[in-house]
């Protein structure tokens, strides 16, 4: 079965610098699909970023970015030019090719220090 | 452009009780999916809805069901509530799922439900 882990439950950073969010995954399949997802305090989730396994290319977002190792199933996203805006739960996803569900980690509370 | 709504933003319940969530899909979205999210938690797949038929389920048990409507709207029922059930169930609205393709998945605000 696939799993999403998150290990860090709650990261802070100053508002301006760069913060980078962890996450590895497990699957023996090759067709799948990562995401990133911001659930701020108003509980909706938004989708940040998202990565094709097939795309050797990280994805990119404006002030987000990915850095995706398919090998070591490592998928962290990158904040540039941190703003309190983006303080909230930030959830790693997979989602299979072939299915339909997404499964998430347990995400990481990110502050933002002003 | 309407995103996806939810209905009733919080609920309270009894154990034993049986409730019923429900979720507007985005315009033009045809396909619907059902997540609880515990607190603290990430959230969990509980099952899709595609053309008023479920198209995939996650290991919830037979007391979590579902109904699409032919205008893609939706309701998640659950029977025999336990304490927990208390939870936040999100809903999401995309297209079909093709091969070769991951459509987006729009997320509704929630339905937080509280079982005493």
């Known amino acids: 079965a696939q799993t999403v882990t998150q290990s860090q439950p709650e990261m802070s950073v100053q508002e301006a610098e760069t913060v980078t969010l962890s996450c590895t995954y497990d699957?023996?399949?090759?067709?799948?699909?990562l995401f990133w997802y911001k659930q701020p305090p108003s509980r909706q989730m938004i989708l940040v970023i998202r990565q094709e396994a097939y795309k050797q290319q990280n994805a990119t977002e404006n002030r987000f970015s990915v850095n995706f190792q398919k090998a070591a199933k490592s998928f962290s996203l990158k904040i540039s030019d941190s703003q309190l805006g983006d303080a909230a739960m930030y959830f790693c996803a997979y989602r299979s090719g072939a299915k339909h569900k997404i499964i998430f980690g347990k995400g990481t509370r990110l502050h933002i220090l002003p | 452009e309407t995103g996806v709504t939810q209905s009733p933003t919080h609920l309270i319940k009894t154990r034993g009780q049986q409730v019923t969530l429900r979720c507007s899909s985005q315009?033009?979205?045809?396909?619907v999916s059902w997540y609880q999210q515990a607190l603290g938690q990430g959230p969990q797949f509980i099952f899709q809805y595609y053309r008023e038929e479920e198209n995939g389920r996650g290991n919830f048990p037979p007391r979590f069901s579902g109904l699409q409507f032919p205008n893609y709207s939706s309701e998640l029922n659950v029977n025999a509530l336990e304490l927990d059930d208390s939870a936040l169930y999100l809903c999401a609205s995309s297209l079909p799922s093709l091969a070769g393709e991951a459509y987006e998945q729009y997320f509704g605000p929630g339905t937080r439900l509280t079982v005493t």
């Open positions: 315009s033009g979205h045809n396909t």
């Open positions: 699957t023996s399949e090759s067709d799948y699909y």
